[in-house]
């Protein structure tokens, strides 16, 4: 939590990379995972803006999250035309922007004399004078939002104050950490309500393919244990204990983690899945998200995919290049693709949220004939820091 003990003064011009700032994908992403935008009022959100009005002595007190293009204002105390207000304009009429942009405090005493303000159309459209705002940060600490007070005369405003909108963004702030676990832990107990009801299934094929493969109930008894071993491992690193809500597996080699994952899925005897990645390792959330990806494909293409079929094969590779990692999936051999999939089951939307809003990469699939083929671009940092450089080119 920030909790500075004033306010500094609007600048006179934006910052050279102020649009950057608010369109920068990570700040999105966090903006969008908070799930506050476009959403009804909220008793919460609108008790600190009464809160702000009540103990600053101001006409107006808001929660504004700014988008990349527009300002909405999850609670409003003030504005006029009560609770049938509008709840959002444009960044033309927007002060909040420049708090996100900052990150930090900003205060102004007569935004009619300012040489940034002075021209906003929150001051000559919206009765805008005096103005103090504080940001309000996602959980992963990106400013999303400002928390402000509004007045309609100028006003010389006090550490005191700065203290007080400080304390209520705070309150925001945890709720929205608050409601974030939430979220992780419903997705959490929904996806292993799903690996359990898969469960039978899986070792209904497991025991099918090792029963073909082996030459004697004692082979079959041993192979499908390492099987069942395999999976079983593969299950506790995607499915964390859900006694204290973390998540802290130990780090893992990529290559470790791919081949712990596919091999339970693989017939005994037979090479079905090649792989190629660079040397990287992850540690910490970033083993369980991938773990999660790697998992749920390895899983499809054991059901429905190349590896249903001895001879399918999977080819897995990566390239590391400037600061992103691109992991390619690549099915052949197994059953013939007519076409993509009319609806995304649970499977698939959980890969593409994992891929998306919980390491900030991006996913693209294609339904080819011959296989399905899908490619994750990860940010480099999702990888230890302490993963080595990049090779460079022979010249």
Request: charged content about 20%.
């Amino acid at each position: 939590m920030h909790k500075p003990s004033s306010a500094a003064p609007f600048p006179s011009k934006p910052l050279p990379d102020h649009e950057d700032r608010l369109s920068d994908p990570a700040r999105l992403n966090a903006l969008a995972d908070a799930r506050v935008m476009d959403t009804p009022p909220d008793e919460m959100f609108d008790r600190a803006a009464r809160l702000a009005t009540t103990f600053l002595g101001v006409p107006v007190g808001l929660a504004s999250f700014v988008d990349v293009d527009r300002q909405f204002f999850k609670a409003q105390c003030g504005l006029p035309g009560g609770a049938d207000a509008e709840r959002e304009t444009p960044l033309s009429h927007s002060l909040c922007q420049y708090v996100v942009a900052h990150d930090r405090p900003l205060a102004v005493s007569d935004a009619r004399e300012h040489a940034l303000l002075a021209a906003n159309g929150a001051v000559s459209d919206l009765g805008v004078v005096a103005y103090l705002g504080v940001p309000i940060h996602a959980p992963n600490g990106a400013p999303i939002g400002s928390f402000c007070a509004i007045d309609d005369a100028p006003r010389i405003w006090r550490d005191s104050d700065v203290e007080v909108l400080t304390d209520l963004a705070a309150m925001i702030e945890t709720e929205l950490h608050l409601r974030h676990e939430r979220d992780a832990m419903q997705t959490l107990a929904r996806e292993m309500n799903h690996r359990v009801k898969n469960l039978f299934s899986v070792v209904g094929g497991m025991i099918a393919l090792t029963a073909r493969s082996a030459d004697s109930p004692a082979d079959m008894a041993r192979d499908l244990k390492g099987r069942l071993s395999a999976l079983d491992l593969a299950h506790s690193m995607v499915s964390p204990a859900l006694a204290n809500g973390r998540v802290n597996p130990q780090g893992l080699d990529l290559h470790d983690l791919i081949t712990r994952l596919v091999q339970p899925h693989q017939m005994p005897g037979r090479a079905q899945v090649s792989l190629d990645v660079p040397a990287l390792r992850l540690s910490g959330r970033a083993v369980t998200d991938l773990a999660l990806v790697i998992h749920e494909l390895a899983t499809n293409a054991a059901k429905y995919g190349a590896l249903s079929d001895p001879q399918g094969t999977v080819s897995i590779t990566g390239e590391r290049g400037g600061d992103t990692v691109t992991l390619n999936w690549s099915e052949a051999g197994g059953p013939l693709v007519t076409a993509a999939p009319l609806a995304k089951g649970f499977g698939s939307k959980l890969i593409e949220a994992t891929v998306t809003r919980q390491m900030n990469g991006s996913l693209d699939t294609d339904w080819g004939e011959g296989g399905v083929s899908h490619s994750l671009t990860l940010p480099l940092s999702v990888f230890d820091a302490d993963t080595p450089p990049a090779a460079s080119p022979p010249g």
